[in-house]
């Protein structure tokens, strides 16, 4: 199958590799990562590129239609999740926006408590180092087996002390669900703010409302283009910039707006929450499909939620006596792309921290593989990859602790 655009051509998924002697696509396990952008996001872009170039914040005409186009964006995404235009802050991504809400907020507080938990994404972690270095308390939520809160825990967690809370929505890694809403029950009736990050949520789950005081989202996990994002800010929640100079985005986030970014992120988005239900019925039997194979390798394990509790195109599993590099390099050899975890920790020497915080041993955490499907992969594609994956594994097991009849020889 050759999934084909007519503004694009073939995307980057749909990429020939030469395997064995014989041309065939790539296929792209990868979506967690990154998407490739959607032609109606990319056709919404084109003209704000050489067209209608002018700067937002000028007053002529190529400035009004540039800043009437990233108004009707914003407009767009307000429909979209149900919030006021005033509400939705325009940022470079979701690093930038879990940055924005974290650090903005806190800045506009008295140091206190802020409740997070170990799995969070790096940008989030790293944000929480920041303000303990500042005098803030950070306090790690206990988590069931599977990666979720436990709510009774956190319940009885939330006191006094505690300024800000900030648990992301879908994990990257292992894909658990978490009762976001549930959280913000919590929070608001304690007149605490919640954060979320909700960047693996648009166009895999249902995201029909915003359930946070702020949410964080970034435009290439759906189809968008990269380096752009939003922010939703409530009303209530006083935050202050983490960029000094123009007065854009509310004077929250000073510098000039990135209009073909914008626009796109908008297109994007309205596709992809209106998609959300047809993805899942699509890529969930896939994704099970695949585990199925998967569970018959001797070794193997599965890591995360389950059911409604989990994304439906994720699945992460730890492979013993095998590392993660060897695997995902041997896989790559056969067209086949997929990676460790998160993508922004790619390179770094140290298993997934996720896993390690969840309890899995050391030993096989550094053997975890995660699968993301896209929308494009067929029953044949899943086969193949779970075939492959049986292969590379052998091989690598069979190179790396040979038999002791093997060594002799």
């Not at 700067?55 to 914003?74: D, F, K, M, Q, T």
């Not at 959280?183 to 919640?194: E, K, P, T, V, Y």
């Amino acid at each position: 199958m050759t999934l084909a655009d007519p503004l694009l051509g073939p995307v980057v998924h749909s990429m020939a590799s030469s395997i064995g002697g014989f041309e065939r696509r790539r296929i792209y396990l990868d979506w967690n990562a990154t998407t490739p952008l959607r032609a109606e996001a990319l056709a919404a872009m084109k003209p704000y590129f050489c067209e209608s170039y002018g700067n937002p914040s000028s007053a002529h005409a190529l400035g009004s239609r540039a800043r009437a186009a990233v108004e009707e964006a914003r407009d767009t995404v307000a429909e979209v999740l149900g919030v006021k235009r005033s509400e939705v802050v325009f940022t470079s991504g979701g690093t930038e926006s879990n940055h924005l809400a974290l650090l903005g907020t806190a800045l506009a507080l008295n140091p206190g408590v802020i409740l997070s938990t170990p799995i969070e994404h790096s940008s989030v972690l790293r944000a929480v180092d920041w303000l303990v270095e500042r005098g803030w308390q950070v306090h790690k939520v206990q988590l069931l087996p599977d990666g979720r809160v436990d709510l009774d825990r956190l319940a009885r967690g939330l006191d006094a002390t505690v300024r800000l809370v900030s648990i992301g929505w879908a994990n990257n890694e292992i894909g658990t669900l978490q009762p976001v809403a549930e959280i913000f029950a919590l929070c608001q009736a304690r007149g605490i703010f919640f954060h979320t990050d909700a960047v693996q949520v648009p166009g895999k789950a249902p995201f029909r409302k915003v359930p946070a005081h702020l949410l964080s989202l970034s435009g290439h996990k759906f189809g968008g283009p990269k380096g752009v994002g939003c922010l939703i800010v409530r009303e209530e929640v006083a935050i202050r910039p983490l960029f000094r100079g123009g007065a854009q985005e509310r004077g929250l986030r000073a510098g000039t707006e990135n209009v073909p970014g914008i626009v796109g992120f908008a297109s994007a988005l309205r596709l992809a929450v209106a998609s959300a239900e047809g993805f899942s019925a699509r890529v969930r039997p896939l994704r099970d499909r695949l585990w199925q194979r998967l569970r018959e390798i001797p070794g193997v394990q599965r890591h995360g939620a389950s059911g409604e509790h989990v994304l439906p195109n994720t699945l992460m599993v730890t492979v013993d006596d095998v590392t993660a590099d060897a695997l995902i390099a041997a896989l790559d050899l056969e067209g086949i792309c997929v990676s460790a975890g998160s993508a922004c920790a790619a390179g770094a020497a140290e298993p997934s921290h996720v896993l390690l915080a969840l309890g899995i041993p050391l030993e096989r955490a550094r053997g975890a593989v995660r699968f993301s499907l896209g929308q494009d992969v067929d029953e044949a594609e899943i086969d193949f990859v779970a075939e492959r994956f049986a292969q590379v594994v052998q091989r690598i097991r069979t190179v790396e602790h040979p038999s002791p009849r093997r060594l002799l020889a």
